[in-house]
């Protein structure tokens, strides 16, 4: 099969295109009072319409009632569910749990950089953490790889490794700007700053 190479800012939008201090829980109840809804919209990039939206999943998601979550439940929200870096956004550490679980007011805070109106330099921040597989703070060889590999669907055969490597040298040869063979933050927003990664790394709760 022959593989165009386009530029490094439509590898990484391909790429991306494919994937807090504790408080006491919220009570589960059936609506948020006007001052828990301020509060919230205070402690993230929400709406008041958006964590509105938050609580229903949040209680949708909470089975027993308890008022937390743990990892399962969450990865159930659909779209954690149908992303296939679902699992490695919630292991990757950018996302902190209390015990394995999540009150409400951790469910917001977390889900707060793919609000909307969140800058896109957080969120391009928070996409480097869970793409940095060995959690050394650069994008290796290693990391690259991995992270291409959890993009093949399951229904399809086996990202080719010649084809892989050869997607990973473009990478580095065109964004690695010291020559150390990794990425480092800088290096990597460089290389999407032209790319559509906002709309990318943005969920809409509305």
């Known amino acids: 099969m022959r593989v ?3 530029s ?7 790429l991306l295109g494919r994937i807090g ?3 006491p829980a919220l009570q589960s109840h059936k609506e948020l009072s006007a001052e828990e809804v301020d509060e919230l919209t205070v402690i993230s990039a929400f709406t008041a319409s958006e964590i509105k939206r938050l609580w229903q999943l949040f ?3 909470n089975v027993d009632h308890n ?8 990865l159930k929200l659909k779209q ?3 992303n296939v870096l679902g699992e490695r956004i919630l292991s990757s550490g950018a996302i902190k749990t209390h015990g394995g679980l999540l009150a409400f007011r951790d469910f917001v805070s977390h889900l707060s950089v793919f609000a909307p109106a969140t800058p896109t330099d957080l969120k391009l921040r928070f996409a480097f953490k869970v793409y940095d597989f060995d959690g050394d703070q650069r994008l290796g060889r290693e990391d690259l790889t991995q992270l291409l590999h959890a993009l093949v669907p399951q229904d399809l055969d086996a990202l080719d490794d010649e084809l892989s490597q050869l997607i990973v040298d473009k990478t580095l040869e065109e ?3 010291d020559g150390d063979q990794t990425l480092n933050y800088m290096e990597f927003r460089a290389a999407v700053a032209h790319s559509d990664i906002a709309s990318k790394l943005t969920i809409h709760f509305e």
Request: aromatic fraction near 10%.
């Open 4 to 6: 165009a190479m386009t």
């Open 8 to 14: 490094i800012s439509k590898t990484f939008e391909w």
């Open 21 to 23: 201090h504790h408080q």
């Open 59 to 61: 209680n949708q998601l």
């Open 67 to 74: 008022g937390c979550i743990n990892r399962t439940e969450m």
């Open 80 to 82: 954690l569910h149908f």
């Open 175 to 177: 964004a690695d700007r």
